[in-house]
T-cell receptor, first 110, second 115 residues
Framework: QKEVEQDPGPLSVPEGAIVSLNCTYS??????FMWYRQYSRKGPELLMY????GNKEDGRFTAQVDKSSKYISLFIRDSQPSDSATYLC??????????FGSGTKLNVKP | DSGVTQTPKHLITATGQRVTLRCSPR?????VYWYQQSLDQGLQFLIQ???????AKGNILERFSAQQFPDLHSELNLSSLELGDSALYFC??????????????FGAGTRLSVL
């Protein structure tokens, strides 16, 4: 079983839709949770960072962590074509080793 | 621009050869991480260095090795290359001492093609 599971998609939505991206994990020691966005042939860039459980909002992006269910989500409101990218979840217990999901490819159609 | 510099951008080589990938971290960052990204495996953590010392090891093959130099740049050495080593190799850096500042910033990657 992989440490982190993420649906690879692709996920195709119309512009303006609310997008929900999710990851599940198996290691209860994880307490740092991150979402990265990766455009084609580029390095991942950090979008959101959350410590432990709860919600965090930044503009159109909201990250949720449910440690009891070992489930994290990223919501994108009012999605734009420029949001089209691969979204990677990542998590760590101690900031030494990081575990990434395989990424969900998102396509926002104009 | 993340501030992390990776060279070269592309590398084409043959099976059995050895290559060196280089990474310069962001100014002030002490930690360097190496990752391999292939189509079927996603982003795989290889190894982390902090201020010249190895701190954590992931799924790094014995044919691969890395080091971090006193000026904090890092090199990833891949030897006895196989076709399956073809992938994107990313370097990331972070501050390394304060957890609140320990977010990783990724370079643009080196694309390795083994023919």
């Amino acid at each position: 079983q992989k440490e982190v599971e993420q649906d690879p998609g692709p996920l195709s939505v119309p512009e303006g839709a609310i997008v929900s991206l999710n990851c599940t994990y198996s290691n209860s020691a994880f307490q740092y949770f991150m979402w990265y966005r990766q455009y084609s042939r580029k390095g991942p860039e950090l979008l959101m960072y959350t410590y432990s459980s709860g919600n965090k909002e930044d503009g159109r992006f909201t990250a949720q962590v449910d440690k009891s269910s070992k489930y994290i989500s990223l919501f994108i409101r009012d999605s734009q074509p420029s949001d089209s990218a691969t979204y990677l979840c990542a998590m760590s217990a101690n900031f030494n080793k990081f575990y990434f999901g395989s990424g969900t490819k998102l396509n926002v159609k104009p | 621009d993340s501030g992390v510099t990776q060279t070269p951008k592309h590398l084409i080589t043959a099976t059995g050869q050895r290559v060196t990938l280089r990474c310069s971290p962001r100014s002030g960052d002490l930690s360097v991480y190496w990752y391999q990204q292939s189509l079927d495996q996603g982003l795989q953590f290889l190894i982390q260095y902090y201020n010249g010392e190895e701190r954590a090891k992931g799924n790094i093959l014995e044919r691969f090795s890395a080091q971090q130099f006193p000026d904090l740049h890092s090199e990833l050495n891949l030897s006895s290359l196989e076709l399956g080593d073809s992938a994107l190799y990313f370097c990331a850096s972070s501050h390394g001492t304060d957890l609140a500042k320990n977010i990783q910033y990724f370079g643009a990657g080196t694309r390795l093609s083994v023919l």
